[in-house]
């Protein structure tokens, strides 16, 4: 069975940092390209990084360019998100997706509904 499991969320003030780690079980990372998600009260779940299986190609929105970084270390099966210089704004559940061989821009494009498989989420508060 297909498992991603987030952890590494919590209670940082402005300008900290944070690391994501998406674990998978049930399946390997190498064919499937993984994608950040977050949701804030009130507002829909957006693509925030997703990469490719084969980790070169990245995406960012334009949000978080800058500050954030993606990466995977397959061997682990376990894709990362570095956060840096956070924002009250990043504050919101963040979810990890996988998805077959799909390029990370239109991943990270893609509606909820449009992928089956993701984890629990981890909640990010930014805030003094």
């Known amino acids: 069975q297909l498992q991603l499991v987030e952890s590494g969320g919590g209670l940082v003030q402005p300008g900290g940092s944070l690391r994501l780690s998406c674990a998978a079980s049930g399946f390997t990372l190498d064919s499937y390209t993984i994608g950040w998600f977050r949701q804030a009260p009130g507002k829909e779940r957006e693509g925030v990084s997703c990469i490719s299986s084969n980790e070169y190609d990245t995406y960012y929105t334009n949000s978080v360019k800058g500050r954030f970084t993606i990466s995977r270390d397959n061997a682990k099966n376990t894709v990362y998100l570095q956060m840096n210089s956070l924002e009250p704004e990043d504050t919101a559940v963040y979810y990890c997706?996988?998805?077959?061989?799909?390029?990370?821009?239109?991943?990270?494009?893609?509606?909820?509904?449009?992928?089956?498989?993701w984890g629990q989420g981890t909640l990010v508060t930014v805030s003094s």
């Open positions: 997706a996988a998805d077959y061989i799909r390029p990370a821009e239109a991943m990270c494009a893609l509606s909820q509904r449009y992928l089956e498989y």
